[in-house]
């Protein structure tokens, strides 16, 4: 079975400042890893995602991720936050031959002037 | 650049009225979803379709139903609409044939509320 846990549900960070968002995953499979961003009233729009090709995977907006199968972890970096990074987050996981996307709660990403 | 859209942004019914949401995507894509999004339980699958006329139930299809007629286009059925399905919707769809290895594509969402 398959599930994904983001650890926090509201981050707040200055302008300028590193941010990380926290996801940890299970998987009996080998996993693809996404990370989503949704801004208010809008649909989600893909920042970054692995499919087991390099453990480091850059996004969109200077955002990056590190794929740890030994932590099972897959945590989403940015050396400086932006005002318009105020977001939701959202961290995913799926397997290999499956239809099935499973979602984390989201974390709330705020950033302060 | 891949485009789903949604028929409303906004929508308010009645409890016990029958409700469409319809959701269309310009790219071709063979997968569809929709999609149940509420404050601290992220997005949960309602139904999927990987083919027209083709659909699989997600984890919360009860009072639920899809259609899928034409490839681009997948509706979602409230078939008497109750308070508790005041949420927002979310559709997507993605280019794979099986599997979800790919990027989903999503539209804007459609928020519904029933009195």
């Known amino acids: 079975a398959q599930s994904v846990t983001q650890l926090d549900s509201h981050v707040s960070v200055s302008e300028g400042t590193p941010v990380l968002l926290r996801c940890n995953y299970s998987?009996?499979?080998?996993?693809?890893l996404f990370w989503y961003v949704q801004h208010p009233n809008k649909g989600l729009q893909l920042l970054l995602k692995?499919?087991?090709?390099?453990?480091l995977v850059k996004g969109i907006n200077g955002f990056e991720a590190e794929f740890k199968k030994s932590e099972t972890s897959f945590h989403l970096t940015k050396p400086s936050a932006h005002m318009s990074d105020a977001a939701e987050y959202f961290c995913?996981?799926?397997?290999?031959?499956?239809?099935?996307?499973?979602f984390g709660t989201g974390t709330r990403l705020k950033v302060l002037a | 650049d891949v485009k789903v859209t949604q028929s409303s942004r906004y929508l308010v019914k009645r409890t016990g009225e029958k409700v469409f949401l319809e959701c269309v995507q310009d790219?071709?894509?063979?997968?569809m979803f929709w999609y149940r999004q509420d404050p601290g339980l992220g997005l949960r699958l309602i139904y999927f379709?990987?083919?027209?006329?083709?659909?699989e139930k997600g984890d919360i299809p009860e009072g639920y139903s899809v259609s899928r007629e034409k490839k681009e286009r997948f509706s979602l059925i409230l078939e008497s609409a109750s308070t508790n399905q005041t949420s927002m919707y979310l559709c997507?769809?993605?280019?794979?044939?099986?599997?979800?290895?790919?990027?989903?594509?999503f539209g804007p969402g459609t928020r519904l509320t029933v009195l």
């Open positions: 997507a769809s993605s280019p794979l044939p099986t599997g979800a290895r790919d990027e989903q594509f």
């Open positions: 998987s009996s499979y080998s996993p693809s």
């Open positions: 692995y499919t087991s090709a390099a453990t």
């Open positions: 995913v996981v799926s397997a290999s031959g499956t239809y099935k996307y499973i």
């Open positions: 790219m071709d894509h063979e997968n």
């Open positions: 379709s990987y083919d027209v006329k083709m659909k």
